[in-house]
Nanobody, 121 residues
Framework: QVQLVESGGGLVQAGGSLRLSCAAS????????MGWFRQAPGKEREFVAG????????SYADSVKGRFTISRDNAKNTAYLQINSLKPEDTAVYYC??????????????WGQGTRVTVSS
């Protein structure tokens, strides 16, 4: 089993940056691809970015390409989501999950509790 804890969210002005972290417990983190999702108020949860087990392959939703960067440090059992040029529409609860790296949420085995990002205009 893998437990995931997100951190790094907060209130930021439009144009700013944040780095979200996803700390994993358990020795299997490095063997699992993982992804980041977000859920904006009143909307369904959506895929943001994914990465392979090694971090060598990444994928992004079209809406965040060029602004978001996913990475992972398997030695630290931690994944990251660097968010630049934040927009008010990026306001959401951000979740990390492991088990896949694509947009199909049903393929992910474990989820974190989320960290809230609020972007003011």
């Amino acid at each position: 089993q893998v437990q995931l804890v997100e951190s790094g969210g907060g209130l930021v002005q439009a144009g700013g940056s944040l780095r979200l972290s996803c700390a994993a417990s358990g020795r299997t983190f490095s063997s699992l691809p993982m992804g980041w999702f977000r859920q904006a108020p009143g909307k369904e949860r959506e895929f943001v970015a994914g990465t392979s087990r090694s971090g060598g392959t990444t994928s992004y939703a079209d809406s965040v390409k060029g602004r978001f960067t996913i990475s992972r440090d398997n030695a630290k059992n931690t994944a990251y989501l660097q968010i630049n040029s934040l927009k008010p529409e990026d306001t959401a609860v951000y979740y990390c999950a492991v088990g896949a790296m694509g947009s199909s949420q049903s393929l992910y085995k474990y989820w974190g509790q989320g960290t809230r990002v609020t972007v003011s205009s």
